[in-house]
T-cell receptor
Framework: GQQVMQIPQYQHVQEGEDFTTYCNSS?????IQWYKQRPGGHPVFLIQ?????EVKKQKRLTFQFGEAKKNSSLHITATQTTDVGTYFC????????FGAGTTVTVRA | NAGVTQTPKFQVLKTGQSMTLQCAQD?????MSWYRQDPGMGLRLIHY???????DQGEVPNGYNVSRSTTEDFPLRLLSAAPSQTSVYFC??????????????FGPGTRLTVT
């Protein structure tokens, strides 16, 4: 199936700092979704990007879809302890192919 | 709405035993899926369904069966449990809504250990 690769696997962030996680595919994607999973919880939908070059913001989170629709990024500004968890990108509509995720820890 | 519910929350099986993981949704979603989550590997699709009576294989279907007799229920059957099936299992449902957005709603998961 369609494969999406995520980097980095782990991100240790000082509270208040910014960070970015990246999602890459070898094939063109029709759309990409992002999910967040808190420790011990289940994945929760954050957003879907569809258009080439699309940028969407949710408060401190900025999501971007690449011009070639082969990559995406999630940028978090002024990291807070509530941002702890694993962030996944996923492709392929209702039968999703997930990246391995970026696990974020925050140092207070 | 209860959303997506899964039972049991935890299960321990011996190698060779069979069991069924239950999944139900009350949102009238057309699509339902089963994923397994293993450390460092994200979620991998086991089976999915696009509507009652229609199922198809995902990325890792071997050792699992599914059926979808109603819109609401999508049980996952382990035929003969193996230690390699130790994992956390998530059921999810989604709908297209005509917008092309297939936001998936996940259940709380079943943590399965096979000894």
């Amino acid at each position: 199936g369609q494969q999406v690769m995520q980097i980095p696997q782990y991100q240790h962030v000082q509270e208040g700092e910014d960070f970015t996680t990246y999602c890459n595919s070898s094939t063109t994607l029709s759309n990409i979704q992002w999910y967040k999973q808190r420790p011990g919880g289940h994945p929760v939908f954050l957003i879907q990007l569809v258009k080439s070059g699309e940028v969407k913001k949710q408060k401190r989170l900025t999501f971007q879809f690449g011009e070639a629709k082969k990559n995406s990024s999630l940028h978090i500004t002024a990291t807070q302890t509530t941002d702890v968890g694993t962030y996944f990108c996923a492709a392929n509509d209702y039968k999703l192919s997930f990246g391995a995720g970026t696990t974020v820890t925050v140092r207070a | 709405n209860a959303g997506v519910t899964q039972t049991p929350k935890f299960q321990v099986l011996k190698t060779g035993q069979s069991m069924t993981l239950q999944c139900a949704q009350d949102m009238n979603h057309e699509y339902m899926s089963w994923y397994r989550q293993d450390p460092g590997m994200g979620l991998r699709l086991i089976h999915y369904s696009v509507g009652a009576g229609i199922t198809d294989q995902g990325e890792v279907p071997n050792g699992y069966n599914v059926s979808r007799s109603t819109t609401e229920d999508f049980p996952l059957r382990l035929l003969s449990a193996a230690p390699s099936q130790t994992s956390v299992y998530f059921c999810a449902s989604s709908y297209s809504g005509g917008t092309g957005t297939y936001e998936q709603y996940f259940g709380p998961g079943t943590r399965l250990t096979v000894t």
